[in-house]
């Protein structure tokens, strides 16, 4: 497989992940809240999305957990190596997604009256999310792969790597 399939097949794992984890992170996060509405899961969402996506395209995942594993000398697909895999994109992708989320809804709190802490609110919120990020993770990053190879019409069962 060329540079420019795996491009290609990145980056729609990457918008694949990134809609799936602002979906449920937002839905997280409004409802542990206390407070959720529509509106505001719409928002947390909207949001969420596009830093997603932009995290995404910037960070290059793949080569981030190549170096990561070869790091620990684990063998690529193999229990070990997804849990880590999994790890380091919710060590990336949760803290800012979470800190947005967090932030937008403190600043709708405080103007309403409310007395809050920013920083109680965002780790309690950081601490569920992460957990709820790292099972998300490890469990839609290897289905969105096999689709998106198959979306190319890349053999899935020839692993990328």
Not at 23 to 30: I, K, P, V
Not at 52 to 68: E, R
Not at 108 to 118: R, Y
Request: aromatic share 14%; proline share 5%; hydrophobic share 55%.
């Amino acid at each position: 497989m060329d540079n420019k399939m795996m491009k290609k097949i990145g980056m729609t794992i990457s918008l694949f992940m990134g809609v799936s984890m602002s979906f449920f992170l937002s839905l997280t996060g409004t409802l542990t809240s206390g407070h959720f509405t529509l509106p505001s899961w719409i928002i947390s969402f909207a949001i969420s999305v596009v830093i997603s996506i932009i995290i995404g395209f910037l960070v290059p995942m793949k080569k981030i957990n190549d170096k990561v594993l070869g790091a620990f000398k684990l063998k690529p697909f193999s229990f070990p190596a997804r849990c880590m895999e999994s790890f380091v994109s919710d060590l990336i992708y949760t803290p800012v997604m979470t800190f947005c989320m967090v932030f937008m809804a403190y600043k709708q709190a405080i103007s309403h009256g409310e007395s809050l802490s920013l920083g109680r609110m965002f780790m309690g919120s950081l601490l569920i999310c992460f957990v709820v990020g790292f099972i998300l993770i490890f469990i839609l990053m290897p289905l969105f792969m096999k689709a998106a190879m198959k979306m190319y019409g890349v053999d899935p069962s020839k692993k990328p790597r």
